[in-house]
């Protein structure tokens, strides 16, 4: 069996949408045990794990976004964190040097904890959201902040 590798994020092609929209209501009936067609022609029993991987990346993949499946408990090289931040690999180096991102180090270089990452994504989301709120108030006040 081949090693599983993280991979570039997977897209839908538009001509698949119809089909995935159909899986997304059969995966949402009843309760089945969902089965997969071997290439021996054998049904296969989906392992309730992959049958949740299904049920989360479907209704992504069908609205035309992107899916990305990451170990969690992966040790990512800078690089990959960057791209799961959508920053640059300076910026990541960065945050580590400033204490901001906790990493490892292997030999002469840094890794990030997936975990570390997701909780550093979640702070700073966190703290936009806030900054993005206090202007939008102080903007309310001041008169210059218009809803359409």
Do not use: C, W
Request: net charge neutral.
């Amino acid at each position: 069996m081949p090693l599983v590798r993280q991979s570039e994020p997977i897209e839908a092609r538009p001509d698949e949408r119809a089909a995935l929209e159909e899986l997304l209501r059969r995966l949402f009936r009843d309760k089945i045990v969902p089965q997969l067609t071997a290439p021996d022609e054998r049904p296969v029993d989906l392992p309730h794990s992959l049958y949740e991987v299904f049920k989360l990346s479907a209704p992504i993949l069908v609205r035309g976004d992107m899916v990305s499946i990451v170990p969690v408990h992966k040790l990512l090289t800078t690089q990959e964190a960057a791209q799961l931040l959508n920053v640059s690999r300076e910026y990541v180096r960065q945050l580590i040097r400033d204490g901001k991102l906790p990493s490892v180090d292997v030999g002469r270089h840094h890794r990030v904890r997936f975990s570390d990452l997701m909780v550093y994504r979640e702070r700073r989301d966190a703290d936009r959201r806030r900054a993005l709120d206090s202007m939008t108030e102080l903007g309310v006040e001041t008169g210059n902040y218009f809803e359409a």
